[in-house]
């Protein structure tokens, strides 16, 4: 008997065109047509897939209706695929929001996260304000939870993402080749102190400041990683299996022993 088709995720990992909207939309189609993206796969594109990590909101913020939304939908409900994506949306006192959205195979948006964590280290936080809730959305079985770059160091939101069923975290990012080892280390973290897959898109290349190293990867709640895209621009597809992360859970129910009483609702 064939098995059915299990789920996919595909690592969009790009070298982004610096503040060139358009031209990363065409991206995103060209190399999606190389790659094995069938219905009921996620594509996941990097933080602020559509302009690199600018801190020139006026210039790259969205517009209203946006966009960058408009594209990420219209792809979603071409190709019948679910599609996450980095964009920047206007806040308050002239700062943008770093969000990451969602749309299903419809092309209908299901999540608005936005980014709890500037990097202050980057200037990030005076040109973006925080954001204030954490997100999750369903998929295949899978309850996932996206986050930003930054957030990936702070182990705690993620740990109320899982209380609130979280079995998959997504990261997108710019996250940069001097600090490459702690973008590894702290994926396979995630996933193993949460039993939970952890799906990590990185840009690769450079923009005006900083080197890039790609690294995508997506690891399995064990820690193990599935699926690496290396350094260089590809769309990187793996199957995940939410029956895989549920026998680890009953198997080694490590999370029953959390200790509610020193973790917030976040």
């Not at 936005?114 to 202050?120: E, I, Q, V, Y």
Request: with cysteine; hydrophobic share 40%; aromatic share 10%.
């Amino acid at each position: 008997m064939k098995l059915p088709n299990l789920p996919k995720i595909v690592c969009g990992q790009m070298d982004l065109l610096w503040e060139n909207k358009h031209g990363n939309f065409e991206k995103v189609r060209g190399l999606l047509d190389h790659c094995d993206a069938s219905p009921a796969s996620m594509l996941v594109l990097p933080e602020m897939f559509s302009t690199g990590f600018s801190m020139n909101v006026p210039l790259i913020r969205e517009p209203e209706p946006s966009e960058t939304e408009a594209f990420l939908s219209s792809l979603a409900r071409e190709k019948r695929i679910s599609v996450v994506g980095g964009i920047v949306s206007k806040g308050r006192d002239n700062r943008g929001r770093n969000e990451a959205v969602a749309f299903d195979a419809r092309g209908e948006l299901i999540a608005r996260y936005c980014k709890l964590h500037p990097f202050t280290f980057g200037g990030e936080s005076e040109y973006y304000e925080p954001g204030s809730a954490i997100v999750t959305f369903p998929w295949n079985g899978f309850v996932v939870a996206p986050f930003v770059c930054y957030d990936l160091r702070f182990p705690e939101v993620f740990r109320v993402a899982t209380k609130k069923g979280a079995t998959m975290f997504l990261v997108i990012a710019n996250w940069p080749s001097r600090r490459v080892h702690h973008w590894i280390a702290l994926l396979r973290a995630r996933a193993i102190e949460n039993q939970a897959y952890a799906v990590g898109v990185n840009r690769c290349g450079s923009d005006p400041k900083l080197e890039y190293p790609g690294r995508s990867v997506v690891v399995d709640p064990q820690g193990e990683i599935i699926a690496d895209a290396g350094d260089s621009e590809v769309f990187l597809s793996a199957e995940v299996d939410v029956n895989t992360m549920s026998a680890w859970r009953a198997e080694f129910p490590a999370l029953k022993d959390i200790h509610s009483n020193f973790l917030g609702d976040g």
